[in-house]
C-alpha cells in the first residue's frame, strides 16, 4: 500500500514511512492511495472475535509488508494488554436502538489510546530495526498528550515534546502529562489556544531544517496510523449490532474531525454505515461548514468539553479531499484560502459530504443537562464529550437503524463538570490512585516557533 498527499506533492511512502513522518513535506495529510474492500464475507466472519483480532485483520491490507502478520499480532496484543475491559471497547445500551461505544478503558482514559497505544508498539517495532532516533512533537487539547505520555515514556530512542494549552485542560488531564518522571518525555504548557499549539507543531514540520536535524515525528491525528487504528472499533461495534446484515449509524463528539473521519474509511471499506453525525459543542465550525458551506474560524470559547475546543480542525481536510473526488489541487486551494481567513464549499461538495455526514451542537446547557438526564433514565455516567454525543444522536435516531454513539472519555477525567450536573463525584480507576499527589514537571513556553525549536535542540537527548 502506498500514502499519497491530500495535496498532491508530497513523496508517495511506504506505511511504515508515513507513519514515522506525520505531516506530508506540502504541508498535507498522507492517505492511503486506495481503500482496501473488506467484503461481506470478510465483516460477517468479524463477529464474536476478540478486539485484538479484529484489529489484525482490518489493518493487515494497509499495511502491505510492514510486519510479519505474527509480528503484527504481537504488538496488538501488547497494545491493548493495559485496557480495564476485556472487551476493549465494549457497547452497552441507552435505550431502544441507541448504543454507546465505551472507548475509555485505557491506560490513560480516552479514546486516544486505542491509537496511541498502538501507534507507540508499531514505532518502537520500527526504531529498534532502523536503529533511528526521533523527536515527536504533537499538540494537544488534553487527552493525545497524556494518551501519548503513556505509550512513549521511557522509551530509548524517543524524546517527547507536548504542547497544551495553559489553563484550558482538566486538572487530570494536566496531571496526567506532569506527572510522568521519565526523562525524555516534557509538558510544555503554550501560552494560546489549542488551535495555536498545533500551529506551531505544523510550523516546525514545514521548517525543514529543524525537521530533518531532530528527526521529527508527529503522533496528532494528522498521523496516518493513527486514524487507521480507529477504524477498527467501527468495524467491532457495527458487528456486534448485525453488520453486515444490518446498517448503523455512529455519532462522534468531534474536535479534530479524526475519529469521525476513521468512520468514513470504515464506510468506504465496505462497512454498511448509514450516517456519520458530528457531534460538536459551541465551538460549532464543522458543524456550521456542514450546515452552510463556509468554513471561517473565529475564537476558541472555552467549554465544559475542552478536548473539542478546536477551531481548525485539520482532518477536515481529508474528508474534502475525497468530497472533491480525490483532487489534491482543489483541497491545496481551500487550505490556501483557510490561510487567508476561511472558504466557501460548491453545492457539489456539500452534497457529497452530505451523503456522508450529519452534524448537530450541544450547547452547554445542553450538555449538562444530558449528563443528569442520561444518569437518571440509565445509570450511566457521561463525561461531558460523550454528552455531548449523546444530545446530538438523540436528534437524529431513524426507526429501524441502530445508533452508536462514541463515548469518547471517562467522566473521571472531567470530574468537576460531572459533579456540578450530577452531584456524584467520579472517582479514578485504581490505576491512577496518588495522581493527585505526585510533583508536576512542566515548563511554560511562548507561543512563539523559534523560541519553542531552541528548547527543543536543548531538551533533546542527542
Ligand atoms: C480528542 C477528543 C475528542 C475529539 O476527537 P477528534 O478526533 O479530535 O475529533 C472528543 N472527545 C475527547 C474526550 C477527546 O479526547
Redesign the pocket.
Same mark, same amino acid.
Given at each position: 500500500m502506498h500514502y499519497i498527499s491530500t495535496r498532491g506533492h508530497a513523496p508517495v511512502l511506504s506505511f511504515e514511512a508515513a507513519m514515522m513522518t506525520g505531516l506530508a513535506r506540502d504541508g498535507g495529510l498522507y492517505l492511503p492511495e486506495t481503500i482496501p474492500q473488506m467484503t461481506h464475507a470478510d465483516i460477517a466472519a468479524l463477529a464474536g472475535l476478540p478486539y485484538e483480532e479484529v484489529t489484525a485483520r482490518v489493518l493487515a491490507p494497509f499495511m502491505s509488508d510492514a510486519f510479519a502478520s505474527d509480528e503484527f499480532r504481537v504488538l496488538i496484543a501488547r497494545a491493548y494488554a493495559g485496557f480495564a475491559h476485556t472487551a476493549r471497547a465494549p457497547l452497552v445500551q441507552l435505550a431502544p436502538g441507541h448504543f454507546l461505544l465505551e472507548l475509555f478503558h485505557g491506560p490513560t482514559l480516552? *479514546?486516544?489510546d486505542f491509537a496511541m497505544q498502538l501507534l507507540g508498539q508499531m514505532m518502537q517495532a520500527t526504531l529498534a530495526r532502523t536503529g533511528h532516533r526521533i523527536t515527536i512533537v504533537g499538540a494537544t487539547?488534553?487527552?493525545?498528550g497524556s494518551a501519548a505520555m503513556e505509550a512513549f515514556r521511557g522509551l530509548e530512542n524517543v524524546d517527547l515534546f507536548i504542547l497544551y494549552p495553559q489553563g484550558r485542560v482538566s486538572e487530570v488531564q494536566r496531571r496526567q502529562m506532569t506527572t510522568p518522571t521519565e526523562a525524555n518525555v516534557h509538558a510544555l504548557a503554550i501560552d494560546g489556544t489549542f488551535d495555536d499549539a498545533q500551529a506551531r507543531v505544523k510550523d516546525m514540520f514545514n521548517d525543514f531544517d529543524f525537521r530533518d536535524a531532530v528527526g521529527l515525528a508527529g503522533v496528532n491525528?494528522i498521523n496516518i496510523a493513527r486514524v487507521l487504528a480507529q477504524v477498527v472499533y467501527y468495524f467491532a461495534a457495527a458487528s456486534a449490532l448485525g453488520a453486515p446484515g444490518r446498517e448503523v449509524d455512529f455519532t462522534?463528539?468531534?474536535?479534530? *474531525?479524526?475519529?469521525?473521519f476513521a468512520g468514513l474509511v470504515a464506510k468506504r471499506m465496505g462497512l454498511p454505515i448509514g450516517r456519520l453525525v458530528v457531534a460538536t459543542n459551541q465551538n460549532d465550525i464543522l458543524h456550521r461548514c456542514l450546515s452552510t458551506g463556509a468554513y471561517r474560524p473565529d475564537g476558541v470559547m472555552p467549554t465544559i468539553?475542552p478536548?473539542?475546543d478546536?477551531q481548525v480542525s485539520s482532518?477536515f481536510e481529508r474528508a474534502l479531499y475525497y468530497a472533491h473526488g480525490a483532487d489534491a489541487a482543489a483541497t491545496a486551494a481551500l487550505m490556501d484560502d483557510l490561510k487567508a481567513g476561511g472558504f466557501t464549499l460548491s453545492q457539489g461538495v456539500r452534497d457529497a459530504l452530505a451523503a456522508d455526514f450529519a452534524s448537530g451542537r450541544a450547547s452547554e446547557d445542553e450538555t449538562a443537562a444530558t449528563i443528569t438526564r442520561t444518569l437518571a433514565q440509565t445509570g450511566e455516567l457521561l463525561?461531558p464529550?460523550s454528552a455531548v454525543g449523546v444530545h446530538v444522536a438523540e436528534q437524529h435516531l431513524r426507526a429501524g437503524v441502530p445508533m452508536v454513539t462514541l463515548a469518547?472519555?471517562h467522566p473521571a477525567k472531567f470530574p468537576d463538570a460531572v459533579q456540578a450536573a450530577t452531584g456524584i463525584r467520579p472517582a479514578l480507576p485504581p490505576h491512577m490512585a496518588g495522581l493527585y499527589d505526585r510533583p508536576e514537571r512542566l515548563t511554560h513556553v511562548p507561543n512563539d516557533l523559534a523560541a519553542l525549536e531552541t528548547l527543543i535542540h536543548e531538551r533533546r537527548r542527542a
Open positions: 480516552a *479514546f486516544k487539547s488534553g487527552d493525545t491525528s462522534v463528539p468531534t474536535g479534530n *474531525f479524526g475519529d469521525i468539553s478536548s473539542m478546536i482532518n463525561c464529550h469518547t472519555a
